[in-house]
């Protein structure tokens, strides 16, 4: 494994490589870039293996049982299209067979108390927590459906049309004896449901089809797809590939990729392979930058950070933080032995490093200071100054917490909120104005 991180571009329209013509790294980014102009999204991508055991849907999840079942802890909030931050986003596992798809959702709360319905009853979505996965080959303009509900009850349909018969096995459960589960940070209170579908019934007997899981509960909704109106919008699908052999990934945490903050942890499968080669890149950029090559260098118009890192084996953390408050999305690729095994893309929604919000409430004579910000570390200095630039108070804050100031004995006018962060050249410094009468 690799002992460090490396950089291989950290560049807003600067020039780094001196060349006639893209370098070979430079060209494989300029290659994804493209799939982002014009207002285009590339698809996401996701790798399956072929399960040499098939898991029992039987509620309980057992050592070895998933073992093989790449995945990824990368839902979305539906109504924001932002990726969920680790510890709030449901993680998603699948293998295949000749026959069968197999696929585990593990839910990050208890599981509901819900009576039981009759099988194929619309009515499990007036459950509170129901999962929906939703299946499109080639051609298809509707997709097939299964979905199960907290009470362990199922319907399947096409559309509205309730006549389609899937054939699935599922069972919902709280029973977990896998030690993966421990070592990729769950703990009680959460459950699962495990879903078996044969292939025939959906279509898919080719290497590729398009899938989305969609999942009601815990007061939200979330989308493995960047859907966007409906969680059947067929086009903007998650592309999975039945990959024959190889090695898999299960990326059992993202961070927040949404907020630029990224920890990638996970674990290479099967689990103990000792020659997969793995590689991750993760891009962040401006939807529409692009290399220039007719200056003699590698230039970039727009604003892109390129984060690469190879490895033999699995990572257990990866740390990245995008700062380049520029960029407005994300694409992360996972490779295993020379193929794609996830490629993952999203909108970013970068917080400022430092910023200070100041509250005024004149009946009780006290102002209130928040300081918030994606680089803020330990303690922040705040300093009130007033309209001549002297200091009238000073004291520490906390990142994300208030803190409330006496300000009785000063003068009315007009102030302004001082917080610094760090020392040197490098110290964050914000200030907001405020008024006190």
Known sequence: M??????????????????????????????RLVEYENGRVAANVLGLL?????????????????????????????DTGLLLPSGKTALLRGGYDAENLYFLLVIPWGRPQVAKR??????????????????????????????????????????????????????VGGEARAAWLRQCGWRAPFHFIECRIPRASLGVQGEEFRFNLFHIGGGKQMTLAPVRK??????????????????????????????????????????????AQTKIELLSFKRGSRFREDTGYDEVDGALEVFSRAAKGTWRRLKYEARNERCDWFELTLWGNGQVLMQLNGPLALRPPLTVAVCNYPS???????????????????????????????????????????CRDWKSGVYKMRAKAGEGASALVAEAEFRVR
């Open 364 to 406: 009780r004579r006290r102002v209130e200071a928040t300081v918030t910000g994606r680089s803020v570390r330990g303690a922040v200095t705040l300093e009130a100054l007033d309209a001549g630039g002297m200091a009238v108070w000073s004291g520490t804050a906390t990142a994300d917490k208030t803190l409330a100031v006496d």
């Open 118 to 171: 009759d099988l194929d009853s619309m009515e499990i979505f007036r459950d509170g927590e129901v999962a929906e996965w939703m299946f499109a080959t080639e051609g298809m303009k509707e997709p097939r459906n299964v979905a199960v509900s907290a009470s362990g009850s199922m319907t399947d349909r096409v559309g509205t049309d309730a006549g389609f018969t899937s054939g699935a096995e599922w069972a």
């Open 230 to 275: 409906s969680a059947a919008e067929v086009e903007n699908f998650v592309r999975v590939r039945l990959l024959r052999e190889g090695c898999g990934f299960l990326a059992s945490g993202l961070g927040n990729p949404s907020e630029g903050s990224f920890g990638i942890a996970g674990l290479t499968l099967p689990r103990g392979v000792s020659d």
């Open 2 to 31: 690799a002992k460090r991180m490396a950089w291989l571009l950290a560049l807003t329209a600067a020039a780094v490589v001196l060349a006639g013509a893209l370098n070979s790294d430079n060209a494989r980014v300029a290659s």
């Open 50 to 78: 072929p399960l040499v055991k098939a898991p029992v849907m039987d509620g309980v999840i057992r050592e070895g049982e998933w073992d093989a079942a790449a995945g990824a802890a990368a839902m979305r909030d539906f």
